[in-house]
Structure formats: C-alpha cells, structure tokens
Nanobody
C-alpha cells in the first residue's frame, strides 16, 4: 500500500528552524518526483519545493529560496525539508506528495502532478 507520512511540524519562533520528514512506504521514493506543498485556510495551496527523479534536481518557490532545503535519504526511503530562518508567513499545514502514476509531464511545483499525498503536518511560526 502506497503511503506517505509527514512528521516534524511544531511551533517555532521567527528565525527558528524545523526539519520536516516524509517517510514513504509501499514503493521506492527515489524513483519518483517528490514535492512539498503548504496550505493556509482561505489561500491557494502553494508549491514549496520539489525534487525530480531523473536528475535529482530541486526547485523552490521564490518565497523560500535560500531558507529551505529538500534532501532525500535513499536508504530510509524518506525525504526531508529543512526549514531555516522561519517567518510568520511560513505558518501552514505542510504536505508531501509523489507522482507515482501521476501526471509526470507537469512541472514539479504543480500540485496537479501528484496523485499520492500525505496527511500533512502543522507548522506554526509565532512570537
């Protein structure tokens, strides 16, 4: 059974750091693109970061460039999102997603590409 489970969310002060994890089971995550997205109530879902499977390249939303880093751990079948210098505007529910049998021809920051999603983890940046 294909499953993605996020963890690592929490409450942090502005300027702080968190590392989100996305553990995959039922398939080999390294063979597929992975994306991190976030959702705030009343706003559109936003693509935060993604990693392609063919060349391992990563992409980031302008709002997080230089602060967030996506990495893969092949041995653990897990993807991480290291978030540094967090800002109030980073508060959201964060989801990971993969394009296993998805619309791989779409850009990797496009949520429509992905057909498997985790349950999400809450990140709250508050002073």
């Amino acid at each position: 059974q294909v499953q993605l489970v996020e963890s690592g969310g929490g409450v942090v002060q502005p300027g702080g750091s968190l590392r989100l994890s996305c553990a995959a089971s039922g398939f080999t995550l390294d063979l597929y693109a992975i994306g991190w997205f976030r959702k705030v109530p009343g706003k559109e879902r936003e693509g935060v970061s993604c990693s392609s499977s063919n060349d391992g390249s990563t992409d980031y939303a302008d709002s997080v460039k230089g602060r967030f880093t996506l990495s893969r751990d092949k041995a653990k079948n897990t993807v991480y999102l290291q978030m540094n210098n967090l800002e109030l505007e980073d508060t959201a529910v964060y989801y990971c997603a993969t394009d296993l049998n998805g619309r791989w021809y779409l850009g990797c920051l496009n949520g429509e590409r992905y057909n498997y999603w985790g349950q999400g983890t809450q990140v709250t940046v508050s002073s």
